[in-house]
């Protein structure tokens, strides 16, 4: 069991936009594996792996009796309907806020062996799809927030334990 170390609000390489993944195999399953234990251990249901500070187009979740993993992930909703719900993030942690995002979306990439692969989400796992991709796309939750409830939520984070001692 690999638990690598969460990166913060603040840190680069969360907006940063990943990159692709070219090559697939060993090291790939491994950063997959890491993800996991790194997801688990923190108690989160989806990490997409610039928060451990890899800039590769690869996420893992386990949410809705579904567990697994994609690699360079793209998306698109299955209609206009949306549903507002509440997020959090483990690189903000203590931090929630109520987010729009599209209810159902189907989403397609590849394994870790580079084997085309969609999910169907819809509820939570729709919402964990997107709020992942955005993490790859250098995008945190907070951004899609409005202005009131964006710097509501900086005040939580500016006064958090966590911000203090980055």
């Given at each position: 069991m690999t638990v690598r170390r969460l990166r913060l609000l603040g840190d680069p390489v969360l907006n940063e936009v990943a990159q692709e993944v070219t090559e697939f195999g060993a090291g790939i399953r491994t950063l997959v594996n890491d993800m996991?234990?790194?997801?688990?251990?923190?108690?989160?249901?989806?990490?997409?792996?610039?928060?451990?500070?890899?800039?590769?187009?690869?996420?893992?979740?386990?949410?809705?009796?579904?567990?697994?993993?994609?690699?360079?992930?793209?998306?698109?909703?299955?209609?206009g309907d949306s549903q507002l719900g509440t997020e959090g993030?483990?690189?903000?942690?203590?931090?929630?806020?109520?987010v729009e995002r599209y209810r159902s979306v189907v989403c397609n990439g590849v394994d870790a062996?580079?084997?085309?692969?969609?999910?169907?989400?819809?509820?939570?796992?729709?919402?964990?799809?997107?709020?992942?991709?955005?993490?790859?796309?250098?995008?945190?939750?907070?951004?899609?927030?409005?202005?009131?409830e964006k710097k509501q939520a900086m005040s939580q984070v500016r006064t958090s334990t966590w911000w203090k001692e980055r």
């Open positions: 996991f234990d790194t997801m688990d251990n923190a108690g989160g249901v989806g990490l997409a792996a610039n928060q451990i500070g890899h800039s590769l187009r690869v996420f893992v979740f386990d949410c809705q009796g579904l567990r697994g993993h994609i690699v360079n992930p793209s998306w698109s909703p299955l209609s993030c483990l690189s903000i942690p203590g931090v929630r806020a109520d062996e580079g084997h085309p692969l969609s999910i169907l989400g819809t509820g939570l796992l729709a919402r964990c799809i997107q709020h992942e991709t955005d993490h790859l796309d250098g995008v945190v939750f907070l951004e899609r927030l409005s202005a009131e």
